[in-house]
């Protein structure tokens, strides 16, 4: 059975480049009733916490992506976090000094620095200079028995190919000529990443290690670090790197790149996943945007493509469109709360207070994120017919006969009127056209300024019914005070009347 792994380091936010690699894990792992192992590497003790190790889970929860083994549910494999792990590696390495497959190091690292900055100077490759590996086992006895604290380095054979078929660009060669002896475990006792990453996919019975393709230097050493502890090694896939609009890796340069940013801009999490899997492979068939179970039945990793994917934010606003009108309602009004109360629009809404909310969401299908919502759904709840009116070109458009008629014959259909639904309003609006000969843009245009004090919005169709709902609602709905249509329409008279007598 296939077993795949994400690990990510809990270093900081969940990055989409990240994310692409989990969800790619995740998919193949799905598509082919194999197991996905959540895995934590946060052996950097200086930078790992568990407050990043908790954000990341967040969003690989939010994104919809689930896991079969991992820290927070266990598992036959486990520990799952590389800290709680040491004495597997500790034995590990133990196992290659004794093998004479490894040894121990005690260059300073200022004597390291000055060796590489002699090879780079003298045109060879930046690799450890191999200074400690003649050093005999007395030796190194002797000089840990005075108090030096030496590292330890995996040794790598001479005069070897290192050839590997990744699932994604096929055959890969390095020589062992250009591969220095690395660290294994450093001088404080930590495992470095090349030597814990083999001793944990080889005790999980990783089958496939699916990950960026900035690792790809790193799999010569790791295959001979299995050769070595006598595992077989896992089939390996490297995933182009996510770039950004200028062709370089994706970075705060560019704007968003975590998950977190983008949930926090009102992007749906179906959204992004669904562009995630888009980024360097296609689901084939001329579809692009899919159930992710679906994308799930699709995917194979001989269809991942090799070259570099970017970002592209208006694509993401394109799927996220998509998945923001299907979406439920209901739904699209509990996310868009933060979001009023972030504009300035406090509400606590109750059951009636959402579902008014969830009518409302009509208006604002045209979004790409929903913290576009509150200034879309702005009419509802900020209305004024004065400042309307301030507005020198309104104010102008209002100075002919023909509008200032609308406005007057709206005024007065709307003060014996009954609250408005959609067809309610139709029926006004005929008598308005009825009494003024008015149609059109000349009928229409005017009395969305008077209902919604703006020249431009939503569908009147969607807004006016909304207004009139909204207007009905009792203050223990928990949703700010609307002022409904029939008195709009006598404000705004009002107010032209004093501007325009």
């Known amino acids: 059975m296939m077993r795949v792994r994400f690990a990510p380091s809990p270093t900081g936010q969940l990055h989409v480049g990240n994310a692409r690699t989990a969800l790619f894990n995740w998919l193949l792992a799905r598509g082919s009733g194999g197991t996905l192992i959540l895995r934590i590497e946060d052996t950097d003790v200086e930078r790992s916490t568990k407050e990043s190790e908790a954000a990341i889970v967040r969003d690989l929860r939010w994104l919809g992506l689930d896991w079969d083994e991992g820290p927070d549910i266990g598992g036959a494999h486990g520990p799952y976090r590389q800290s709680e792990r040491l004495h597997l590696y500790q034995s590990y390495a133990a196992e290659l000094l004794g093998a004479d497959a490894a040894y121990y190091c005690f260059c300073s690292m200022a004597q390291l620095d000055v060796d590489r900055q002699e090879a780079l100077a003298a045109g060879r490759p930046a690799r450890y200079a191999g200074t400690c590996r003649r050093l005999s086992r007395e030796q190194a006895s002797e000089r840990i028995t005075a108090g030096e604290r030496p590292a330890i380095r995996f040794r790598i054979p001479e005069q070897r190919d290192v050839v590997f078929t990744d699932a994604v660009r096929g055959d890969v060669r390095f020589h062992t000529d250009v591969i220095g002896d690395p660290i294994i475990v450093r001088a404080d006792g930590t495992p470095a990443y090349n030597f814990a990453v083999v001793v944990d996919d080889a005790l999980m019975a990783v089958t496939h290690v699916v990950r960026g393709e900035d690792h790809i230097s790193n799999t010569p050493r790791q295959i001979l670090l299995y050769e070595a502890l006598g595992f077989a090694p896992p089939t390996f896939a490297h995933l182009s790197l996510v770039m950004g609009p200028d062709h370089s890796p994706l970075s705060k340069r560019h704007g968003a790149t975590s998950v977190a940013e983008f949930r926090s ?152 009127a009954p609250r408005l639904d959609r067809e309610k309003f139709r029926d006004v609006a005929n008598r308005v056209k009825a009494r003024t000969s008015q149609k059109g843009k000349a009928l229409f245009h005017p009395i969305r300024v008077v209902l919604t004090g703006r020249a431009e919005g939503p569908e009147l169709d969607l807004a006016v019914p909304a207004i009139d709902l909204g207007a009905e609602l009792p203050a223990s709905a928990g949703i700010p005070k609307i002022i409904g249509n029939r008195e709009r329409a006598a404000a705004f008279a009002r107010a032209l009347e004093e501007r325009l007598p």
């Open 265 to 416: 801009k009102g992007y749906l999490p179906e959204a992004l996943v669904n562009y995630l899997a888009l980024i360097g492979w296609s689901p084939g068939g001329g579809d692009e945007l899919l159930p992710v179970e679906e994308l799930a039945h699709r995917f194979s990793l001989e269809k991942v493509g090799h070259s570099a994917g970017v970002f592209d934010e208006e694509k993401l606003a394109w799927a996220n469109r998509h998945y923001l009108k299907i979406a439920d309602p209901a739904r699209l009004a509990e996310l868009s709360l933060p979001y009023f109360n972030d504009a300035g629009v406090r509400m606590a809404p109750d059951d009636r207070g959402l579902g008014f909310l969830a009518t409302a969401m009509a208006m604002g299908a045209s979004v790409d994120r929903l913290s576009q919502v509150p200034a879309r759904l702005a009419l509802l709840f900020d209305y004024d017919a004065d400042a309307a009116l301030a507005d020198a070109r309104l104010l102008s458009e209002m100075r002919g006969g023909e509008a200032r008629s609308v406005v007057v014959a709206l005024a007065e259909e709307l003060a014996s």
